[in-house]
Structures are given as structure tokens and as C-alpha cells.
């Protein structure tokens, strides 16, 4: 080997290291960024979406970083969703767990329509200004929830909290929940207690597999080293 051919083997050896570490990240980036798409595909594709904006926001990527660490085989790049203090990042449907929810949602709360999204009115969110069976008088929570629905009427309709179920004239027992009334007419928004267990849909895993089928991984990476070798054989 003559001495230019020496001293690009010498620059390769010195600089391939950080090109390589460089190149490495790169790629598990790019990929964690595919397997996002996927994920947001799948959600889309699989659920009940009512707001793709709040979809796209619960799904990140944590990316590799360039320069740390050292060795490559300890670079690392996350993709998944968001746990946030109301919600769990759709943990329950890739992993079949019981849900953590504590209360659930009607159809009347999205307005008739499972695809629309809850209703203002329908949330709980603080004290709300609800009526309560136990704020009225009465000798039995009979007698107060009658009590407390007279108050209603006369105010033309409102929302009360039941805090326990509760038997009516007419012997339809009334579940526990957040419930809506006017003109006489009951609804149940929210109904309190464990939500039931969602459909199990592993979007994650399918995205992951999504990757591999759709993608050829070894050739990504054949590309890179190439790229690299030629940066230094100029």
C-alpha cells in the first residue's frame, strides 16, 4: 500500500469510531420516528379515535443521542405514548391489564354518538357545581333524592352526583354515577366504578412487526458503513 493509501487508512480508523456512533444513532432515530407512524396508523386504524390532535401529541420518541455514550451497542431510542395523570398512553389495550380508570362514559355524554367526543357538561372535573342526594333533608336517601329532583325541576334541569344506588318509586334502581335531568327526563352520563376491561389490541407489537416486515434493517445499516467507507476513500 503506498502512503496516501496509509494515511486514509490511518483517518479511517481514527474517525471511524464517531462516524460510526454518529451513523448508529442516526438510524435507531430513524427507525424509533417509523415505528411512531406506525403506532399512530394502528391507533387510528384499530380504536374509537376522537380527537387524532390528541393521538398524535401521546405519541413520542425519545431519541438516541450522537455523542453518548461511548460504545454504540448502549445507544438507545424510545418510541411509545404518554402516561399522563388521566391517562395511561392505551397501556390497557397492548397489555390487557385491567383498566385504571375508576368511572366510565356513556353514549348520552358524547351527545348519542360513541365517535363524539365528551361533552363539556358531562365531565367531572373538581366540585363542578353538582347537586348531591346527601345535601338534602330527608329521612331515608329516598325521600332526599325526591327532595333534591323537586329542587331541580323548579330550576329547570340540572346534573347530581349519586354517590349509591338508589331505588325509585316506579323500582328502577338508579347506579351510581353522573347524571343529567330536565324536562323530567334522566340521563346517566358517567357511571362510577372500574371501567370494563377494553378490547385488547396490541398496537404496539403490531408496529413493531410493522418494522421489520416493511423495512430492511440490514440494508439500512450496509448503506450507512458504505457511506461511511467512501467518506474516507476520497
Known amino acids: 500500500m503506498d502512503p496516501a493509501g496509509l494515511k486514509k487508512l490511518d483517518r479511517f480508523f481514527k474517525g471511524f469510531p464517531n462516524e460510526a456512533r454518529k451513523a448508529s444513532a442516526g438510524i435507531l432515530n430513524s427507525l424509533a420516528f417509523t415505528v411512531k407512524k406506525y403506532n399512530n396508523e394502528n391507533i387510528n386504524r384499530e380504536m374509537t379515535v376522537r380527537n387524532k ?34 391517562f ?7 397489555e390487557g391489564t385491567p383498566p385504571r380508570k375508576k368511572r366510565g362514559t356513556t353514549r348520552a355524554a358524547r351527545g348519542g354518538s360513541k365517535h363524539a367526543q365528551m361533552r363539556h357538561t358531562a365531565r367531572m372535573r373538581g366540585k363542578g357545581g353538582y347537586y348531591n342526594v346527601d345535601d338534602y333533608k ?26 349509591k344506588t338508589i331505588n325509585i318509586k316506579s ?9 343529567h ?26 408496529s413493531i412487526t410493522n418494522l421489520r416486515q416493511r423495512n430492511d434493517i440490514q440494508r439500512i445499516w450496509g448503506q450507512q458503513i458504505n457511506r461511511i467507507v467512501r467518506m474516507y476513500n476520497k
Open 138 to 163: 330527608g329521612k331515608t336517601r329516598r325521600t332526599r333524592y325526591y327532595h333534591m329532583m323537586r329542587i331541580i325541576g323548579e330550576r329547570g334541569g340540572g346534573t347530581f352526583i349519586l354517590g
Open 181 to 206: 335531568v330536565k324536562a323530567g327526563k334522566l340521563e346517566l352520563l358517567q357511571y362510577f366504578g372500574v371501567d370494563k376491561f377494553p378490547k385488547k389490541i396490541k398496537w404496539m407489537s403490531k
Open 53 to 86: 390532535g390528541f393521538v398524535k401529541s401521546s405519541l413520542i420518541v425519545q431519541m438516541a443521542n450522537q455523542k453518548q455514550p461511548a460504545l454504540m451497542q448502549h445507544q438507545v431510542a424510545y418510541s411509545g405514548s404518554i402516561n399522563r395523570p388521566r
Open 88 to 94: 395511561t398512553g392505551w397501556k390497557e389495550q397492548q
Open 171 to 179: 323500582g328502577m334502581p338508579l347506579p351510581r354515577g353522573l347524571w
